[in-house]
């Protein structure tokens, strides 16, 4: 029987396919980074990450942004440990923040089918922010149903079931350093 890990077996084993490196990833993020700051200098934002698939990128990707910006997280859910969207949006944590009049960006780890982005949309649109933007760090842009352009994009992917750089399968494998697909 095999005692190893998971993780073990996804590192050592290859046994899921790298679809992103550390290195693209770190690269791309400086990018965003850089045209975020072009884009909200004298706007101090307010970045909403989503939780919890957002924490290692928005940890990153904030150290890269050089302005004065407030961060805070919302939780929602629409997969439970599926690995298909239920369709279904549950908030599980709202933002603690005062949105109105704000300068909001939210942070996504994933666009899939855009039921999540569609949900938050009209939620905190209906807060009355200044504006409201997006960044996702991935994009299964031929899949995702939405109404509207996202205005970051880190990589469009194909529609296969990604794990690692906080992204989980069933909780787990969020802690992989880069982005892997699971065959
Ligand atoms: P959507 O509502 O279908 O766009 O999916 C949104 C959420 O589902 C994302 O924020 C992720 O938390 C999760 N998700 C979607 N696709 C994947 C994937 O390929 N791997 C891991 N989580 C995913
Ligand atoms: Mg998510």
Redesign the pocket.
């Known amino acids: 029987m095999d005692e190893r890990t998971i993780f073990e077996r996804a590192v050592l084993d290859g046994a899921f396919r790298v679809l992103i490196t550390r290195e693209e990833l770190e690269k791309r993020i400086q990018e965003l980074g850089r045209a975020i700051t072009k884009d909200y200098r004298g706007k101090d934002p307010i970045v909403i990450g989503?939780l919890n698939?957002c924490f290692v990128f928005i940890a990153d990707l904030v150290r890269t942004i050089e302005l004065d910006l407030e961060i805070d997280f919302l939780k929602i859910s629409?997969?439970g440990d599926a690995q298909v969207?239920s369709g279904q949006v549950t908030m599980l944590k709202d933002v603690n923040a005062e949105i109105g009049g704000r300068h909001v960006l939210v942070v996504?780890?994933?666009?899939?089918?855009?039921?999540?982005?569609k949900y938050l949309e009209e939620r905190l649109q209906a807060l009355n922010p200044a504006s409201l933007k997006f960044v996702t760090l991935l994009y299964?842009k031929e899949k995702?149903k939405i109404h509207f352009d996202i205005d970051y994009v880190g990589f469009e992917i194909p529609d296969?079931?990604?794990?690692g750089y906080g992204?989980?399968?069933k909780q787990i494998l969020r802690n992989l350093p880069a982005i892997y697909v699971m065959d």
């Open positions: 989503i698939g629409s997969y969207s996504e780890d994933i666009v899939d089918t855009g039921v999540s982005l299964k995702a296969e079931f990604v794990i992204l989980d399968h």
